[in-house]
């Protein structure tokens, strides 16, 4: 959707004064050193490394005649060939190598992020799948971007190489303004980060097809892992001549894509038409504000019920 087609308006309560310091490295934070008696690269673990793809190898290990050794994912690569000496391969297996690797204990690779976890040799791939210290996928829905890292490291991202608008507060209030509504792709209109409580939010405010039927959707994302997120509460509301739709959740952790949480509905949908009664006028112009608040939920121990802490 073209820019020259788009006016975004933002005023921000800034009700929390509070500022995170940002970081433009991408290196992890902890500087955790290995757990003791472990050491990043063993000589062992080196055995374990695939000499094609740089991987570990998980059984099936495979072998050629003269004990060269790859992984079974590049044994179909590489036409069956031994990619060190060119001997056909055949479908010898390394058991030896494989019974060295289920007694083996290493640290996760997020070790130097911070995790602490060391784990049996086949165990250690679905923890790292999974590993709260590993690190996230930049959260900006308007182009494939590849870029990793810690949460520091993208909010600092976002605000240089994306442009993305960055603003203090616990409060939203944004007008989006559109020349021609009935034109309607699917891609974002706007990211802002938001900073609160310490911690960053993505707000998305998008158009794209619910089927034959063009929708407009925003709803809110935070930068950090799906538990932490379960500590806050958001609210989004759009509204004019007389009406409003609201919606009230918890925002979706940057873990899931920003695709997924848009397919799921998870968010504010509005629909073409209402949109446009919302803009008054002759619809020929889109102009909605949509306000909204972030607040996190404190746990009261005496009642065992969750008390809202708005931010102020």
């Not at 494989?98 to 976890?117: I, M, T, W």
Request: charged fraction near 20%; charge should be negative; glycine fraction near 6%.
């Amino acid at each position: 959707m073209g820019s020259d087609s788009i006016e975004c308006v933002s005023s921000i309560d800034e009700m929390d004064e509070e500022d995170t310091a940002l970081t433009q490295s991408s290196k992890p934070h902890g500087g955790a050193a290995p757990p003791a008696g472990f050491a990043p690269s063993t000589s062992v673990h080196e055995l374990l490394e695939c000499p094609v793809c740089a991987n570990s190898m998980y059984p099936p290990i495979h072998q050629c005649q003269n004990g060269h050794t790859l992984c079974s994912t590049c044994k179909t690569r590489v036409q069956n060939r031994c990619p060190t000496c060119r001997q056909e391969l055949g479908d010898i297996r390394c058991l030896a190598l494989e019974k060295v690797a289920e007694s083996l204990e290493l640290p996760c690779k997020y070790y130097s992020h911070g995790c602490p976890e060391v784990f049996p040799y086949y165990s250690k791939l679905k923890h790292e799948s999974q590993c709260n210290y590993r690190p996230y996928n930049c959260p900006y829905a308007g182009s494939e971007c590849s870029v990793v890292g810690d949460i520091p490291f993208l909010v600092t991202h976002l605000r240089d190489d994306h442009k993305v608008d960055m603003h203090t507060g616990c409060t939203f209030n944004h007008r989006y303004v559109k020349s021609n509504p009935r034109e309607v792709e699917n891609a974002t209109w706007m990211l802002t980060v938001f900073n609160c409580f310490g911690q960053s939010f993505c707000l998305h405010f998008e158009a794209f097809q619910l089927g034959m039927a063009p929708v407009y959707m925003a709803f809110l994302r935070f930068m950090g892992d799906e538990n932490d997120a379960r500590n806050f509460s958001y609210s989004l509301e759009v509204g004019a001549n007389g009406r409003k739709l609201t919606w009230e959740g918890t925002p979706r952790s940057i873990r899931d894509s920003h695709r997924k949480v848009r397919d799921s509905h998870d968010g504010l949908i509005i629909q073409r038409n209402m949109a446009l009664f919302f803009s008054g006028g002759e619809r020929k112009e889109l102009k909605l504000r949509v306000t909204g608040r972030i607040w996190k939920e404190q746990q009261n121990s005496d009642a065992a019920v969750c008390m809202p802490n708005l931010c102020s």
